[in-house]
């Protein structure tokens, strides 16, 4: 079946940077868009990136723009997010999702991993 | 950017009833409107993408409408399971909508 695993999530200090990866499973990972959605604490869920089946294509929020970078190696069939210059309010559960296409409904999700940004 | 809507923000209703969300985005999207259902501790799930088909495996008693700006997800004879915060989202661009939160009247 359909496996999204995050991992990488922790506490950070402000301007610091963490990496994120989420191991895919189950379905033909390089045939899928992936996204990464974030939730702060109470939140409802945001946009973070995305990045088209091949790589060829990358996309990102204004709110994480010049400082996230979303990458993925189908050989191994992972995704990962680098965060660089966190700040508190990036402090929140990542999910990273799987799409059909790269503007299509996310249709699979992993369980997210919890960053929490704090001296 | 396309800016999402929902409302009302939160809903009450009684087991077996009927709920009605509403989802408006700030230009039109044709029908790129997907629905998604988030309970406690849990990830999101597709349920209705194309603003009206519905993912694999979700029940008949949710359904999806509309088309352009206007978005309605119906849930028919609300069950136990039913009861969580709903996000409608536009795929253009992929922003979400701040959610509706259904809870038992």
């Known amino acids: 079946q359909v496996q999204l695993v995050e991992s990488g999530g922790g506490v950070v200090q402000p301007g610091r940077s963490r990496r994120l990866s989420c191991a895919a499973s189950g379905f033909t990972f390089s045939a899928y868009a992936m996204h990464w959605v974030r939730q702060a604490p109470g939140k409802g869920l945001e946009w973070v990136a995305v990045i088209a089946y091949d790589g060829s294509n990358e996309n990102y929020a204004d709110s994480v723009k010049g400082r996230f970078t979303i990458s993925r190696d189908n050989s191994k069939q992972t995704l990962d997010l680098q965060m660089n210059t966190l700040r508190p309010e990036d402090t929140a559960v990542y999910y990273c999702?799987?799409?059909?296409?790269?503007?299509?409904?996310?249709?699979?999700w992993g369980q997210g991993t919890l960053v929490t940004v704090s001296s | 950017e396309i800016v999402m809507t929902q409302s009302p923000a939160t809903l009450s209703v009684s087991p077996g009833e009927r709920a009605t969300l509403s989802c408006r985005a700030s230009?039109?999207?044709?029908?790129?409107l997907a629905w998604y259902q988030q309970k406690p501790g849990q990830a999101p799930r597709l349920l209705i993408y194309g603003a009206s088909t519905r993912a694999t495996g979700i029940p008949a008693r949710f359904s999806g409408s509309g088309s352009g700006t206007e978005f309605t997800l119906t849930i028919t004879s609300l069950q136990s399971e039913d009861f969580a915060v709903y996000y409608c989202q536009q795929y253009n661009s992929w922003s979400f909508g701040p959610g509706t939160k259904v809870d038992i009247k």
């Open positions: 999702a799987g799409a059909s296409g790269f503007w299509g409904p996310f249709d699979s």
């Open positions: 230009r039109s999207i044709s029908r790129s």
